[in-house]
Structure formats: C-alpha cells, structure tokens
C-alpha cells in the first residue's frame, strides 16, 4: 500500500519557499516505494509547476487523500481536517495570541500537529531550520536600509548600491554585488569616522549575516574593543564587532559573575548591559534567541535616551523579529514589500519609511522567503531524513505508541484533540 504525502501550496503574500523541492521529492519516492507525494499547483512558488509535473510529481490541489500534509507556513484553519497530520512552522509554541485559533482548531477536528522548530537532536539543538538564509537576507536588507536612511537625511553613498535581498536572482548575484561595492565603499569612506556594524550571537542565523559582511572590505574587533579604543584609530574603516552572550547581559546579582549555562538555564537571573555599546553604533543586526523570560537586549527607554543625546544607532535590522522583545522597540513584523519604518520616539508607532526622529527597523519575519530556491533546497536537505517515517506513520494510534524518530515525536505538539505531555502548559493560553 502507498502511502500519500501533501505539499499544501503556501497562502502567505510573497512566500516562494517550499519545504522539499522536486529533485528531493524525486529522490523520496524512489528510494521509497511505499511514498508518493501530491503537490498543489502554486502561482507564486519559486519552483513552477512543471518543475514538478515534467518529472512525474503529482499535481493537484485535493489533498485529502494524504497521510501527513506538509507547508512551511501556518495552514489556513480550513485547510486542516481530522484525521491527518500536519508538519509546519505553526508559531504557538510560546503562546501566540495570534495562533491560539490556529491550535484551537486542530484540537478541535482532533489533527495531528507537528513543529518544524521543535524538532532536534537529543542536546537539543534544532536540526531543520532557515536560520542561515534569514542571517543572508536580513544583513542584506539591513546595509540596503542604511542606505537608504542616509539618503533620507540627503547623504549619498555606495549603499544604494544595494539592493533588497529579493532583488537578486540568487545568492551568488548578491555576493558579486557587495564584492563590485566594496572599492567604492572604502573610497568613500576614507576621510569619514569608522562605520560600525554589530551583530548579536554566533549561531545560524548570524553566521549567515556575517558571510554577508564579511564581503564587504571591514576590520573585525571585540566587544571589548569597541568600549576601550579610541574609535578615531579606526578611521575610514567598516568595524564589524560579534556580541557573545557575555558582551550583551550581567547577572542581576552585582556580587555573582556571568556563567553560560546558568544564563541558558535561568535567564531571569540576569539583565542587559548592552546599553553601554549603543552609542558607538551605527547598524545593529539582531541574531538572538529570545522568550518571555530572557532580558531584553535594549529597552524603549534606553533608545529614547540615545536619541537625546548624539545618536549613532541609524538601523537595526531585527532577524529574530520577536514583537515587543528583545528589540522592545520592534512593534510590528513587515512584508517584504515595505520591510522597514522608522519607531517614531513620541507616539512610539511605526512609520514606513526612513525620515523621522528615530531608529529604523528592518522587521521582516519571513527572510529566508527572498531567497527562496536556495533556502528550500538547505531545508529541503534537513528534513529529508525524517520524512518517510512521517509519511508512513499510523496517526490513529495513541500517541505513546507513534512510531516515529524521537526527533520528530518531541516535536508533536498535538496529537487526536489533546495537546502532547510536554505541550499542556498551552491550555492557559487557549482559555485566556
């Protein structure tokens, strides 16, 4: 017996990515008789239909007939039934106002859900993520928004140059497009005060902001650096500076020291100190993890008080893009068409654009989508591994006795109207 697997076709404006693009989906079937796949026709997928059909992909929009539906986005509500399970990035985890009806309704209809972000190894580390793509994108767009800001205050530059990241065929073209700006950057630069551009944490997404700066002709310095030296021996230069967790927050307790892991296991304990950097800032690009019980990395105050001042901070472009979080001053996520606004400090609203008296927020929170073939085929890679397992998984059995990977069952969210063990804490949320 063949069991089916749906690829939903995405409803989100702009959203080109799939979650296994067809080479994998081929490879998939091949390597597994017992799978077949059916993937909705889509206008706005990166990879058109016939890039499907011409390799004998199904076609169709009628997923019904499918044991485990697959997206990368949340699902429209009337698009998940009872008894099928669904994969997507469901955002609910942390109690999402937005999602609680989302989650409602699979309980509801008695779905099956399961987490792309909550699926890991067994340190828990994430294992089929875009977060790379994100970092690509987001310090894109963030160079191209300085650009911008500059010529909203009659300043021109080399930055506009830069494009979005959405603007380039691929990766490769944008590569060749901050390599070919390099020399005139540095000529322009020349006789102007040092560029500073920071980015917090070192994990995935910030590695792939920093293969985008690290194009660019730029000195490298330590947080520590960045507060000691005078910043005059750094003229004409691009200064990149990297913030560790330890750069970035301080135990609460002025008597103890900061130590990583108990910063990982009680980030209540500990506050941010970050504001000691923001005045010798001009980019800030936002890499890091955050929930409820972290600090936030800069307040609404701490930015109205660099604004009184002489304020360095032009841009922050939020990749993490959590609203009223680590950024406080991030109040709404983007589309990709209108991708930052300045946070006016007297009304604390955001208006879109560049002018106006305060920082400009770079807040798309669907990055990876302005490249989307490449970050489908890296993501499409992770998740190949897990997929004939899901595929084949009896979803009307219990679920202690769902025979699936223990990376992918830690992730199952919901399960036949109840939520999972380790997911009950979210019927606080769904009654509130």
């Known amino acids: 017996m063949t069991v089916k697997?749906?690829?939903?076709?995405?409803?989100?404006?702009?959203?080109?990515?799939?979650?296994?693009?067809?080479?994998?989906?081929?490879?998939?079937?091949?390597?597994?008789?017992?799978?077949?796949?059916?993937?909705?026709?889509?206008?706005?997928?990166?990879f058109k239909d016939d890039e499907f059909s011409s390799i004998d992909i199904e076609m169709s929009s009628v997923l019904s007939a499918a044991n485990l539906v697959v997206a990368v986005k949340e699902i429209k509500i009337e698009n998940i039934h009872s008894n099928q399970a669904y994969i997507f990035f469901s955002h609910t985890i942390k109690g999402q106002d937005y999602n609680m009806p989302l989650l409602q309704h699979v309980l509801d209809v008695g779905a099956t859900l399961i987490d792309y972000e909550l699926i890991s190894d067994h340190l828990d580390r994430r294992l089929v993520f875009f977060g790379r793509?994100?970092?690509?994108?987001?310090?894109?767009?963030?160079?191209?928004?300085?650009?911008?800001?500059?010529?909203?205050?009659?300043i021109d530059s080399p930055f506009l140059k830069i494009m979005q990241a959405k603007e380039y065929k691929d990766l490769a073209d944008i590569e060749i497009a901050i390599e070919e700006v390099g020399p005139e950057l540095t000529a322009w630069m020349a006789d102007k005060p040092p560029l500073v551009i920071g980015v917090t944490g070192y994990g995935n997404v910030s590695k792939g902001a920093q293969h985008i700066l690290?194009?660019?002709?730029?000195?490298?310095?330590?947080?520590?650096?960045?507060?000691?030296?005078?910043?005059?021996?750094?003229?004409?230069?691009?200064?990149?500076?990297?913030?560790?967790?330890?750069?970035?927050?301080?135990?609460?307790?002025a008597s103890a020291v900061f130590e990583l892991q108990d910063?990982?296991?009680?980030?209540?304990?500990?506050?941010?100190?970050?504001?000691?950097?923001?005045?010798?800032?001009?980019?800030?690009?936002?890499?890091?993890?955050?929930?409820t019980d972290c600090p936030r990395l800069i307040s609404i105050d701490e930015i109205k008080a660099h604004y009184l001042t002489e304020p360095s901070l032009s841009v922050v472009g939020d990749i993490t893009c959590d609203i009223d979080g680590s950024i406080q001053f991030n109040v709404g996520a983007t589309y990709s068409s209108d991708p930052s606004y300045v946070y006016d400090l007297e009304s604390g609203d955001k208006k879109f654009g560049f002018e106006g008296v305060g920082p400009v927020v770079m807040a798309v929170d669907n990055l990876p989508a302005e490249l989307p073939?490449?970050?489908?085929?890296?993501f499409g890679e992770a998740l190949l591994p897990f997929i004939p397992a899901m595929g084949i998984c009896d979803y009307s059995k219990?679920?202690?006795e769902l025979d699936l990977p223990d990376e992918v069952?830690?992730?199952?969210?919901?399960?036949?109207?109840q939520l999972t063990p380790k997911f009950e804490y979210l019927n606080t949320f769904l009654k509130a």
Not at 226 to 246: C, H, P, T
């Open 263 to 291: 910063y990982f296991s009680h980030p209540e304990k500990y506050q941010s100190k970050f504001n000691t950097y923001i005045n010798r800032l001009n980019i800030l690009i936002n890499c890091i993890f955050w929930n």
């Open 373 to 378: 073939r490449e970050a489908s085929e890296a």
């Open 5 to 46: 697997i749906g690829i939903i076709s995405e409803h989100k404006s702009g959203e080109g990515r799939i979650p296994l693009i067809p080479a994998q989906i081929q490879k998939l079937q091949s390597e597994n008789p017992q799978v077949s796949f059916i993937v909705s026709p889509s206008n706005q997928r990166a």
């Open 398 to 400: 219990a679920f202690e």
């Open 409 to 417: 069952k830690k992730a199952v969210i919901a399960h036949r109207g």
């Open 214 to 253: 690290d194009i660019l002709p730029l000195v490298e310095i330590s947080a520590d650096d960045l507060l000691e030296n005078d910043l005059s021996i750094y003229q004409g230069k691009i200064l990149k500076v990297v913030f560790k967790e330890e750069d970035m927050f301080e135990p609460r307790d």
């Open 133 to 154: 793509h994100a970092g690509l994108a987001g310090s894109v767009n963030s160079l191209w928004s300085y650009g911008q800001r500059l010529k909203a205050q009659g």
